[in-house]
């Protein structure tokens, strides 16, 4: 069975990047497809396992910003499109994805470079309780 993963984010992050994620969804299923579908939107994102990239055959990336992460799907075949391309004709995103995949007619990510798994974020910064800017200078006292 042939199998997709796919990375969905629109520029807010919130309904479309989880509309084109169900919309490639279906089409897939219904294609008969096995797919894994990592949505990075406003409210963050929780990177799919390596081993789910790994046995993939094929990567979507219907994506309106810059994928996170996406040293983790280097060496795969991959189709970029916009969101909108996703919700407005995912049977079709499906399709062409597997077939310029197996035809070898669609670029590879990374070019050579070996795959990467997900880094956990960077805990943020402890404040020193130092007051910045402005009004922090203003209202020091």
Do not use: W
Not at 2 to 21: L, R
Not at 103 to 124: D, F, R, S
């Amino acid at each position: 069975m042939t199998k997709i993963v796919a990375v969905t984010s629109c520029i807010t992050g919130i309904a479309h990047t989880y509309m084109a994620a169900e919309a490639l969804e279906q089409a897939a299923k219904k294609a008969g497809y096995e797919i894994t579908v990592e949505t990075q939107g406003s409210a963050g994102s929780t990177p799919m396992a390596q081993s789910t990239i790994d046995a993939a055959d094929v990567v979507i990336f219907a994506t309106d910003l810059e994928v996170k992460g996406r040293a983790r799907f280097n060496g795969k075949p991959f189709l970029q499109i916009g969101v909108s391309k996703a919700l407005a004709d995912a049977p079709n995103v499906v399709a062409q994805a597997v077939s310029s995949a197996q035809a070898g007619t669609i670029p590879t990510v990374g070019a050579g470079e070996p795959a990467a798994e997900a880094k956990p974020a960077a805990a943020p910064k402890a404040d020193s309780g130092e007051k910045k800017g402005f009004f922090g200078r203003l209202f020091s006292n």
